[in-house]
């Protein structure tokens, strides 16, 4: 062992280096925080800055007295070690406290006063803010609400499963893009509010400075004034669950006109959908909603088969609940059947409240389509119009 | 027993053999030996359960495991590194040490000595448990919250939770006995003339740490339980449906957790000066400074919690308040820095393996402890805070700061404890291949940080994966390094040179006059240390 370790020891270091050599040759390496484009995200690249070379600065000074020391200091060279054990005198006491002002100086005025403001701004979301954005963290999605506008959507991960596991090649946006951006105007000063259904999620855009976290139960804010049109892409950056690394957030800032006409067009949308919620849905409608549906919302845990993951995530395929009568025989909702699962969740556990989020179109596919997949066969069906009845 | 052979058996040997010996000790040595065996072997089991995580982040994409399992494994591997392997071996030090060098001829609560230990095996087999019961059909697996078992997610996990909750309480329960021996040893059994700042530094960094525990680890055991009685019993402490509040669980988990980071780190800072001193031929310098700077690190510790969750919407003074309060810290610590490179100032050195890890300790940390200084503020905090360079800077301080820690403190004792001396060359290549790879493994990290890779996540966009490649094959070079320092420690324990008594040229202190392997009782007359 002891003769194979050296020839060992130089493997290892030669497969280091190749890696090394080979990696910076092909990649682009980033060694900061991507280009800003807030004015807190400007702000804090320039302090991060300012202060990666305070204490770069601090690091060589202090260890190029240690590495002198070892190398003048050396019993090899013959050095004979001093018997001091403490500062002896006025100016050796002088020379101690030196470092200590200094450090001080560098705590609480370089370093403490910039942080002091950029706090300060940092937490002021309401002075002068233009609009408001809601943001709901739920396993595993974004909602975003515009309260202006009455505008709000889900927003999911698009990138396909066969990427992931390695059927497919990745493709430039893998993990970071979804169906639905958030749509932002350019230049104005955005107040975030931010909450959860069901577990703590964080918010977080690295190109806007902004982290925030989204918490049950509560309501958390920050804001952005975003500089230039573009996309922009971050994550969910608190652990949620299984598909914590599958709910990016991606925003789309746009100039003012643009994000007017993006803001009727989503609202004639919107329209259009509350209006199908009156009247009435054939089965195969129902169904293909159903299934769309599902695959965005449900898929997730119970699994694209109605499988599920048990025990955390039970199977649909066979469930009691699913299985169960649809509603009382005078329309009503039955305490822990299917409906009252799917619109109320069940505390405690991944099962949201889904009527916060669905509309009754969505809410009523989706119960239709769970009840007639997978092997269920209840040959029911339930309307958008019962739906909202019920809530 | 036989009372013919015991009648034999002289004052030095009358205690079981075998399996026995060990179950029923209530000597020092042999339980330190037993927390150092049970930190070494934990500290390969934590490690392999990384190496898992490294592997499947080798490459963007989901490879070998379900994101269910990788956040089993990144929890349960931050839970043994702290409870199971460094927190025992720090255990095990005091054990060994702390009598010799108070001249005490054994702890003071022996039994619960011994009790203190054999909680810890069950303990950890519970935390593990899960793993295998998962295997036979029973519950989804480990704990999946990752360590922080942040409310409301650890209220919806399954069984690995609760198996976690208990080990936690179990571990808290050794931790707890194990700081009231060290308290009282150290308090009541100091040979005479011995004043409380003449006792060795190494004495003083586990009196402020064993303190340390013994305010925080209840606070810890009253948030899991709570959290229990969420999950099971309808409280809602962490539910605001019912008047609870999420984040009132982060305040009990880091009113803990920050202190913690001390508890790991002060018995290291307390054995730094010893080295030192030892491989520079010259006395420790600052004594006292460094004694109240321990002190006020304690302090200080049990003050800047929240910093831990800066983005979770703290009120703007609390923000203030812990930045600030985090920020002075770094005042006590500069002065540890400044006393462990002047007492090498002008002094005779020469670099065995413990003077290599010392040193190469001591620059590791500081860049844990520089970025420690940019993590207090808020501003910056928002970008770094939930992102690799959090993982890079705490590896810096745990790793870097606590397990080479350790691994000097095993260079140094290990003739002292064995008798024998162990293999230079070998030590010697031990500490540079960690060294490199444990930046090739965590240097890295710094940049994904920065470029915005979020922790705890088991696949990545792809303008990541040249980092983590890296980061990987670094951290399967360091994982199979401290293979070198196992076989080092077994060889060193079955045979090798001789160590004198004193083992280095320059070593000061009472633990050095007793011979090397020490006798079985410590101090049976004690010493007494000359005024002055």
Known sequence: MSQTAPRLQARLLAALGLVFASGSALADFTWNFPKPVTPIGRDTLSMHNQFMIIITVLFVVVFAIMVYSMIAHRKSIGAEPARFSGPRGALQWFWVLVPFAILLFIDFVLMGIPAFHAVIDMEDTRTKADMVLKVT?????????????????????????????GKEAKGE???????NPVVLPVGKKVRILLTSTDVIHTWWVPQFGVKRDAIPGFLRETWVRIEEPGIYRGQCAELCGKDHGFMPVVVKAVPEAEYVAWVDKKKTELAAAAASGDRTWTRDELMAHGKETYDKICAACHQATGQGLPPAFPALAGSKIVNGPLLSPDGKLIPDSHVDR?????????????????????LAAVITYERNSFGNTKGDMIQPAQIKALR | MNTASHALDHHDGHHPTGLLRWLTTTNHKDIGTMYLSFSLLMFFVGGAMILGVRAELFQPGLQLMKPEFFNQLIGVHALVMIFAALMPAATGFANWMIPLMIGAPDMALPRLNNWGFWLLPPAALLLTMPFFL???????????TGWTLYAPLSVQGGIGVDFAIFSIHILGISSIMGSINIIATILNMRAPGMTLMKMPLFCWGWLVTAVLLIITLPVLAGGVTMLLTDRHFGTHFFNAAGGGDPILFQHLFWFFGHPEVYILLLPVWGLMPHVLSTFTRKPIYGHTAQVWSFVAIGVLGLIVWAHHFLTSGLPVPALLYFMYSTMSISLPLAVLFFCWIATMWRGAM??????????GFIVLFGIAGLTGL??????ADAQYHHSYFVVAH???ALFAGGIMGVMTGVYYWLPKWTGHMYSEKLGKLHFWLTVISFNFTFMPQFFLGLAGMPRRIPDYALQFAEFNAISTVGAFALGLSQLIFAYNVWRCVKGGDKATDRVWEGTEGLEWELS?????????????IKAG
Do not use: C
Not at chain 1, 148 to 160: E, F, N, R, V
Not at chain 2, 350 to 359: I, Q, Y
Not at chain 2, 374 to 379: F, G, P, S, T
């Open chain 1, 342 to 362: 799917v619109m109320n969740g069940k505390a405690g556990t991944a099962m949201q409240a889904f009527k916060t989020t669905l509309s009754d179109a969505d």
């Open chain 2, 516 to 528: 090397s392997p020490p006798p079985h009782h410590s101090w049976e007359t004690q010493p007494v």
């Open chain 2, 374 to 379: 940019v993590l207090a503020d808020v501003a």
């Open chain 2, 350 to 359: 020469s670099f065995e393996t413990p003077m290599l890890f010392a040193l």
């Open chain 2, 394 to 396: 705490f590896h810096y």
């Open chain 1, 173 to 179: 946006h893998y993990l970071l893009e979804v169906d």
């Open chain 1, 137 to 165: 963290g739920m396993q595993w999605k974004w909602q975003y609400e515009y309260p202006d506008s009455g505008i709000k959507y889900i927003s999911t991960l698009t990138t396909p499963r066969e990427q992931i596991e």
């Open chain 2, 134 to 144: 998962a295997l036979f059909g029973i519950g989804d697996g480990a704990v999946a």
